[in-house]
């Protein structure tokens, strides 16, 4: 029966009864119909399904910098990593309904099982996996598995006729309407027919009934923990109805509506919640995505299409239409040639295929169909991009700054106003100069919130300039970055504060010396001054007592790359190139025994450790050069020269030992000849005693890839020096047929990494007869034009004006070759 009121609503069910709107999270029908059925009925209080400690939080959804998605965040005190969300969008029911309870000076509050009770239960090592149960509830790390209409949370117990089932209600409902498809089901029975006419509580009453037939047969569905939040919610109606009379609207699942009526007792109903275990929770709200809300990112309550269902909330008329001309604008935005006449095609296809298909309006399927076929031209890769954007979509919600935080939340607020950085959902690219003091301040936060474990940015390659005052980072914002901005706020209440404290704690637990080194490099790049000489007390303890040459080669690259930004970012590193100094010169020592009796595997990985000392012993000896005061040098010293002398004297070493493997031999060749310190003829002396027939083929092409090989621009060497060519080139007629499979895959290895232009001319080279090659090498007159056996001074001397340009350099500062 409906009854009159003295406001003017009309109150549906008998006297005493609670309006109970049975809804589907994030459904925009359900909202619409929640809407019209407050409305219509005018209730004295809405309790709407969520955990009561968000109460406090409600009138916040109020305020005007408040635009969902939003989410309540709960997280343990104790525990920040154990959270849980419960999101909702502009047409989430529950989000309707607390808007409309503000609105209209109604009371609203959460009756599910309190936060306090659910992170604990989450915790349970004894519980059911899927997380806690929220209404529409999300945990991090695991989210929970609530279903569309509600079926959330496991518990103890329950009389489920198959407990072992878990069911999703859309699912049951629509197989037994003949729907293989849940979504179309939905989108058919309610997102296309609005609030029933002239009766705005007949589609929860239908509901009602098509889920009570589902609880009768299903019991809990599996989902037992759900009668543990039902017995909770039950006796807040209850409480509610005491303060405020029989007119109580409940928004909450559908799933839970019949056991809501269900008349219990309330000793039966506290017996279920006696002995549930607690922590202590706070709880905000956070910005949302509309990429969280979808099934994909693992949100158990999740639906397919956020995007899709808030253009069909917000679409006041002609939906199709209005989102058709969005699909338009989006592909024109990416050079597509789209027209209107493209989008009235079409919606008449869409309309005509929702017509073959029985279907009373067009929905996602008959759009995407219409799109794929008209305005993508049967790909699917335009129309990736339109899931992706459009039917997807990447908003991020955002709330008030007056919303409860912890304190680092709070500074990281500020440094994003300050620093003119806003959080995206949307994936970018952000380039930064660090001359520029904004540009500075940006890359000091992402690097110290990296460093806390909040990845909003990872650096990316830059496309420009690769000197160490330009970075390029890629950011994105996620919900679940709040949380973990939650967790760090253990270390600190500052994002300076937390980082350092961290990396020092970091520093002390490190495992490896190479990570104490990588640490090093973050924290100056972090610019942390007071982790720093923590971070070096750990690295000379941990250096002094490792004696592994790999271990001290992989550590030595990043420390040495940590000298480059003293410049930059005006961080003293003196005492970082001590440390590097010392660790190379203990390198240097321990490298040629090291490289005795390797396999192949661990000889490729000295050849890379090689490579990786050979860079650092540059940057080192250049960064002690600048670092050391001239008037205190001592000659004698030689500075960073007398570094790069004792490293090619360790080179010169590696070359000429035959127990060194082939490759790191031959990479040793090449490191000197590129440093001048071997002439072209030495080079090839020594490629052809290895190359002789006397060396095992497997020995000489690892040599040879060590020489020419490991993207060491070796290609190149071998187009300009046809010497060299000719002895590969010879070498490799002479391997016996038995040997040859054995070196191919070394060589194809080595020669694949060329460039094609590099492959194309070797190949015109080797093409031309041996005698002609071999006549050139020896007369010094290349095949090839614009080759030469000496250096043309003229030739050289032509670019020198644009060089001069290039460097800013008056023309006392540039020479010719003549000096």
């Known amino acids: 029966m409906t009854g009159e009121h003295e406001s003017g609503g009309r109150w549906p069910g008998g006297a005493g009864q609670p309006l109970l709107l049975g809804v589907r999270h994030h459904g925009p029908g359900s909202a619409r119909a929640v809407r019209a059925a407050l409305a219509a009925a005018r209730p004295k209080t809405v309790l709407i399904e969520g955990p009561p400690e968000a109460d406090a939080l409600i009138p916040l959804a109020a305020d005007e910098d408040m635009r969902p998605p939003v989410a309540l965040l709960a997280h343990a005190v104790d525990e920040p990593g154990r959270s849980a969300f419960w999101p909702m969008a502009e047409f989430s029911p529950e989000w309707v309904a607390i808007r409309w309870a503000l609105e209209h000076g109604v009371p609203a ?38 279903g569309a209409c509600g079926t959330g949370g496991e518990g103890d117990g329950g009389t489920a006729t198959r407990p072992d089932v878990r069911i999703d209600p859309l699912a049951a409902l629509a197989g037994a309407a003949g729907y293989d498809d849940p979504e179309r089901w939905w989108e058919d029975v309610v997102e296309h027919r609005g609030p029933g006419e002239g009766d705005p509580f007949a589609p929860f009453d239908v509901l009602e009934e098509a889920m009570g037939a589902l609880r009768e047969t299903y019991g809990s569905g599996g989902h037992d923990r759900d009668l ?28 839970h509506v019949p056991a809501l009526r269900e ?4 000793a039966a109903d506290r017996a279920r919640l006696k002995g549930l275990p607690k922590v202590k929770a706070d709880m905000t709200w956070v910005p949302w995505t509309h990429r969280r809300l979808s099934r994909v990112s693992g949100y158990g309550a999740g639906i397919d299409s956020p995007g899709w269902y808030g253009h069909l909330f917000a679409a006041s008329d002609r939906p199709v239409e209005r989102w058709l001309t969005k699909v338009a604008g989006l592909l024109r935005a990416e050079d597509r040639l789209v027209s209107s006449a493209h989008v009235i095609e079409a919606v008449r296809l869409a309309r005509t295929l929702a017509a073959m298909r029985g279907r009373p309006l067009p929905g996602l399927t008959e759009t995407t169909d219409a799109v794929r076929a008209v305005m993508c031209e049967g790909s699917d890769v335009p129309l990736a991009l339109v899931h ?78 690769t000197g160490t005052f330009r970075e390029t980072w890629r950011l994105r914002w996620e919900p679940e970055l709040s949380v973990r901005v939650a967790e760090a706020g253990v270390w600190g209440t500052t994002v300076l504060a937390a980082a350092t404290a961290k990396a020092e704690a970091d520093a002390v637990s490190a495992q490896g010396l190479a990570e104490v080194t990588a640490l090093a490099e973050r924290c100056l790049l972090a610019e942390l001054p007071d982790a720093l000489p923590v971070v070096m007390r750990v690295l000379t303890d941990r250096a002094a007592l490792d004696t ?31 440390v590097a100094a010392g660790l190379a010169e203990r390198v240097f020592v321990g490298l040629p025994p090291a490289c005795a009796a390797l396999d192949a595997d661990a000889a490729e990985d000295m050849r890379r450790h090689v490579d990786a000392v050979h860079g ?68 090839a002396r020594l490629m052809g ?11 000489a092409a690892a040599w040879i890839e060590g020489f020419v090989g490991g993207g060491s621009g070796g290609g190149m060497l071998l187009v300009h020096d046809e010497r060299l060519l000719a002895l590969v080139d010879d070498w490799l007629t002479g391997v016996p047929a038995e040997a040859f499979t054995d070196v191919l895959p070394l060589l194809r290895r080595t020669f694949s990494a060329y ?13 031309r007869a041996p005698e002609e090659r071999s006549g050139g090498a020896k007369s010094g007159h290349f095949g090839i034009p614009g080759f030469a056996a000496d250096l043309d001074p003229g030739r050289a001397d032509a670019v020198l004006p644009v060089v001069r340009l290039l460097l800013g350099l008056d023309d006392d500062n540039l020479v010719g070759v003549d000096g």
């Open 755 to 767: 460039e094609p232009g590099v492959r194309r001319t070797l190949g015109e080279q080797v093409r």
């Open 689 to 699: 005693l290895v190359l002789s027939p006397g060396t095992p083929p497997q020995d």
């Open 228 to 255: 543990v939040r039902e017995a909770y919610m039950r006796l807040q109606v209850r409480a509610a109805q005491r303060e405020f009379g029989e007119r109580v609207a409940v928004v909450c699942g559908a799933w």
């Open 388 to 465: 992706d954007r459009l039917v997807v979509g990447d908003v991020l919600g955002e709330v008030p700054r007056t919303a409860p935080a912890v304190p680092l939340q709070r500074d990281l607020d500020r440094l994003q106003r300050s620093l003119r950085l806003k959080p995206e959902a949307l994936e970018r690219e952000l380039e930064l100069d660090l001359r520029k003091d904004t540009d500075a301040g940006r890359s000091r936060m992402l690097h110290r919130l990296r460093l806390l474990g909040v990845a909003w940015g990872e650096p990316a390659a830059s496309r420009g300039s």
């Open 109 to 146: 509050r959460f009756i599910d099982l309190p936060a306090t009770h659910t992170l604990a239960w989450g915790r349970d090592p004894e519980s059911e996996s899927g997380g806690p149960a929220g209404p529409a509830g999300e945990e991090i790390p695991q989210p929970a598995e609530d």
């Open 263 to 266: 008349r219990t007792t309330v």
């Open 616 to 683: 650092a012993v540059g940057l080192l000896a250049d960064a002690r050069e600048q670092q050391v005061d001239p008037e205190r040098r001592d000659p004698a010293s030689g500075g960073g020269r007398d570094l790069r002398g004792r490293w090619h004297a360790v080179l010169r070493v590696l070359t000429g030992r035959d127990t060194v493997p082939g490759v790191v031999r031959g990479r040793a060749v090449r490191l000197l000849l590129d440093d001048g310190k071997l002439a072209q003829d030495d080079a």
């Open 548 to 578: 592994d040459v790999g271990h001290l080669a992989q550590a030595l690259p990043a420390l040495v790359r940590s000298l480059r930004y003293g410049d930059v970012r005006g961080t003293d590193t003196r005492a970082l190139a001590e």
